[in-house]
């Protein structure tokens, strides 16, 4: 995939470049994992993230709004070949769709995963056709709504105040939500 010049993608990357990503160390107990907070541009909607509603047929987190990801397999080469595989798999995209940008600060959860979030885009041209057994829906999230109240981090900084956003009728929580603000909170700015 060509890179296209884009004034707002350009913006969001020099704010991450401002500050290295924080690593959590890798304990034992806590499973790695990686997901993509794939942005794309489409049509006169602006910029969004491209996240998806899980099916209720996988063993976890079923039914709950997600970005693509997943664990770690013995064939990944690193944490950015896992965010990659796992967007591929679960949007049914091709690879060469698939950009990734940036790495965000890693992100211990309650169910027993440390994961490490990129940013990256995926070709606007490029139709999503999910994994039905994985994925039940596939939506964007202006970045607009990003930038907006709801998505803003209150202390504590803790599970105990993680934002719980809806939006076009998705409940968008947990982890998820703590990624987004935090993507947020750096790239997006005031």
């Known amino acids: 995939m060509a890179a296209v010049a884009s004034p707002w993608l350009d913006s969001i990357l020099a704010r991450l470049a401002t500050r290295p990503p924080r690593a959590f160390p890798r304990l034992p107990g806590l499973a790695p994992a990686a997901v993509l907070l794939p942005l ?4 006169s909607g602006g910029p969004a993230v491209v996240l998806i509603r899980r099916s209720n047929d996988v063993p976890t987190h079923r039914g709950q709004v997600a970005l693509p990801g997943g664990r770690v397999d013995p064939g990944d080469a690193d944490l950015e070949a896992t965010a990659r595989r796992e967007t591929c798999e679960e949007l049914g995209v091709p690879v060469d769709a698939v950009r990734v940008l940036a790495r965000l600060d890693d992100m211990p959860t309650i169910t027993g995963y440390l994961v490490t979030p990129f940013v990256g885009t995926i070709d606007p041209g490029c139709t999503p056709r999910p994994d039905a ?3 039940a829906a596939v939506f964007d999230l202006p970045l607009d709504v990003l930038r907006g109240p709801d998505f803003k981090l209150r202390p504590p900084w803790s599970w105990i105040r993680p934002p719980d956003v809806q939006y076009a009728g998705h409940r968008i929580w947990g982890a998820t ?5 935090g993507f947020a909170a750096r790239a997006l700015g005031d």
């Open 133 to 135: 057994r994985e994925v």
């Open 177 to 181: 939500a703590l990624i987004l603000a």
């Open 40 to 43: 794309v541009a489409r049509g």
